[in-house]
């Protein structure tokens, strides 16, 4: 008969109840239609323009002054030639161990002063004077670190300075005293503290802020006071936020450069023009025409803040679930 031999189409019912399958064709412009968005896309999207902007301004400068710190002039392989320059320059020497010591300030004071300002914005939250704070505190921060550099030259001279009474009391009446060379590695610190050490503590806020209510509530029910439930709560859980915070830190600090150069040409030379590792780097490109120990130098202080980073990661378990 006609109609058993006639060919079924794709989801025919028959009888008794079956259907026969789609065809292949039509089972996928249905799992089109169903198919759900890729959960990961915004994120992606999220990030793309800055991870053509890294690359394009991180990893590309970064690749080519590896280049440099290898070959010379002549474009030849130069092996750790160019290094071997650097570390015999007879500035070399003084120039690390100046950023050591302006390390070593700049570190402790942003790790004692972000935690302690941090906690005591969070502790006046309920006085409603938590938003004051953080906006007075982030201030500095809007201002480019070469214009903040210009500000301090106004406030470090006794003569137009608005605390010069203070300076003049402390026995400092000359410009000259103020930026003694004994005096450089206290006065960046301050310069670098003012100036960013605001973003960091709206950072350690709102990581104050996530930390369950609950357990502070328990610390408060245990009788521990404000310094227990500080030293023993809070600070630990905010760890890996000062591990974030140390590493960025060190590496924008080995990386010392505009402080010293503008007090340099303000000072007519007493701060030196070679302080830091990134000014004699500076001076071996420009001054002396030399770009390829410039990068050596340059790639000295990208493996030294890697090691370091990578030392802070594995020691404090940066990664490791809470």
């Known amino acids: 008969m006609e109609g058993r031999h006639r060919q079924l189409r794709p989801g025919r019912r028959l009888q008794g109840g079956a259907v026969t399958a789609p065809s292949t064709g039509a089972s996928r412009a249905a799992a089109r239609r169903t198919r759900t968005p890729w959960p990961g896309s915004a994120g992606h999207t999220f990030v ?7 690359v394009a301004f991180g990893v590309v400068p970064t690749g080519y002054a590896i280049y440099f710190a290898f070959t010379d002039n002549a474009d030849s392989f130069a092996g750790l030639s160019n290094f071997s320059t650097a570390f015999d320059d007879f500035r ?3 120039a690390v161990g100046h950023v050591v010591l302006y390390l070593a300030w700049w570190l402790v004071s942003l790790v004692v002063f972000v935690v302690g300002l941090a906690l005591l914005v969070h502790r006046m939250a309920m006085k409603g004077l938590s938003r ?11 201002l480019a670190g070469a214009a903040g550099v210009l500000v301090w030259l106004f406030v470090l001279d006794p003569t137009v300075s608005p605390v010069g009474f203070l300076l003049r ?11 003694a060379p004994g005096h450089l590695p206290v006065l960046f610190t301050l310069i670098a503290f003012w100036t960013g050490a605001g973003g960091w503590i709206v950072v350690m806020y709102g990581a104050l802020n996530n930390i369950p209510a609950d357990i502070l509530e328990a610390a408060r029910i245990d009788g521990a006071g404000a310094l227990q439930t ?24 080995t990386q010392l450069f505009v402080e010293p150069q503008l007090l340099s040409q303000a000072s007519n030379g007493v701060a030196g023009r070679d302080y830091s590792l990134n000014q004699l780097a500076y001076d071996f490109a420009f001054q002396n025409n030399d770009v390829n120990t410039a990068a050596a130098v340059s790639v000295e202080l990208l493996v030294v803040g890697l090691v370091v980073a990578g030392v802070f990661v594995a020691r404090s378990g940066f990664f490791d679930a809470d």
């Open 230 to 253: 500080a030293w023993r709560i809070q600070i630990p859980m905010l760890r890996k936020w000062i591990v974030y915070m140390v590493i960025l830190a060190f590496a924008g600090g």
């Open 48 to 54: 793309a323009a800055y991870t053509v902007l890294l």
């Open 92 to 94: 070399f020497g003084p």
């Open 169 to 179: 009391a402390l026995g400092y009446h000359a410009f000259g005293q103020v930026i």
């Open 132 to 142: 004051l704070l953080r906006f007075l505190y982030y201030v500095p921060g809007a």
